[in-house]
């Protein structure tokens, strides 16, 4: 046992839940912003832009762009896990096709188990032999493929199934399920874990993938407007239009600090599921104002007209601000967050 936990550590092997659920979905995030969230936007962009000008060769070109770049998601997750996963060159491009075998086969939540075991047995086996450039890339995709037509599936099912009860649930319930999700999709958001990825496997969409966007939404402006004073624009724009995930060693010092931006999407999620009806799909449903995703993915979804615009800007970015700076300067004047508390090295 203890030459195999040696092996398992020159290898860079590790089976914990920090590795797979937090390192592995972030890179999975990464996978999928490259091929189907970028490719959406595209084919977005060039869909809209036939409708407004016509067809011409430039705007079939951006469809066309944005179809192959959606198609090739199970791919990019394959490389992005592997990469995440820390994977030599040969097992790393191998996970081209297990991705591909996994997502064909179980979806997004496929590619990311077929790509994660067909990595770590290549890794395993990487530069064992001295047909390495053989051996190699065939073990990680013979297992690779084992995961796929095995547990893919499964977890495909798992997750789409919990993501068609949490809907469903917000249909039935949609004052409490627009607080829970909206918190939820805002926390983990803000957590080291991928929001992104977590709402594509789950396959998010209506009314609960709008309450997600929306408290992710919160958590980013309103950590953009209440950590003015330490950052500027500087991390107004690093943590509005990039991650409030950049606070996670503050937060971890200072577990308030992410008190108000909670507050202000627990009480827009009732507002986005009863009043506005705000809806969103899988792509940008955890996304909140990153690359401004959510929104153009909202647009998509609901229609690019004046009252959804002016909704998307009173919902995402008007009240998050102004509901986070009230909770900020209530919890400021009881001394529960002090200059400095959202500092970051920016």
């Known amino acids: ?37 970028i490719g959406l936007i595209i084919q977005t962009l060039g869909d809209q832009l036939t409708l407004l000008f016509g067809q011409n060769v430039v705007f079939d070109a951006l469809i066309e762009l944005g179809n192959t770049a959606k198609g090739l998601m199970g791919a990019g997750i394959g490389v992005a896990v592997s990469y995440g996963l820390k994977a030599p060159p040969l097992v790393a491009f191998s996970g081209i096709i297990t991705g591909m075998l996994g997502s064909t086969l179980g979806g997004p939540a496929g590619a990311f188990v077929a790509s994660a075991i067909g990595c770590e047995f290549g890794k395993a086996i990487s530069k064992e032999t001295k047909v390495d450039i053989i051996v190699t890339p065939a073990i990680t995709l013979f297992f690779g493929l084992i995961a796929a037509k095995t547990i893919g ?34 926390l983990v958001l803000t957590a080291p874990i991928s929001s992104a990825a977590l709402a594509i496997m789950l396959n998010l969409s209506g009314l609960a993938a709008g309450a997600a966007t929306v408290g992710c939404s919160a958590q980013m402006i309103g950590f953009a407007i209440i950590s003015y004073r330490e950052n500027k624009m500087g991390g107004f724009i690093a943590q509005g239009i990039g991650t409030s995930m950049l606070q996670v060693p503050n937060i971890v010092r200072n ?28 792509a940008g449903a ?56 959202m500092k970051l090295d920016l």
């Open 1 to 37: 046992m203890g030459k195999f936990r040696e092996f398992l550590k020159r290898k860079d092997i590790v089976f914990s839940v920090k590795r797979y659920f937090i390192d592995g979905l972030s890179s999975m995030a990464i996978g999928l912003f490259s091929t189907l969230i």
């Open 153 to 186: 599936p499964a977890v495909d099912w798992l997750m789409t199934g919990l993501g068609v009860v949490i809907m469903r649930a917000t249909e039935l319930q949609p004052f409490f399920m627009g607080i829970a999700v909206s918190v939820i999709m805002g």
């Open 255 to 282: 577990f308030w600090i992410v008190v108000p931006p909670t507050l202000a999407s627990a009480v827009l999620g009732p507002l986005s599921t009863m009043v506005f009806h705000m809806e969103n799909n899988p």
């Open 286 to 341: 955890g996304m909140g104002t990153s690359g401004l995703v959510g929104q153009i993915n909202t647009f998509q979804t609901m229609g690019f007209t004046l009252p959804v615009l002016l909704q998307v800007l009173l919902l995402h970015v008007v009240l998050p601000a102004i509901l986070s700076y009230m909770f900020y300067v209530v919890l400021r004047r009881m001394g529960k967050i002090k200059d400095g508390d």
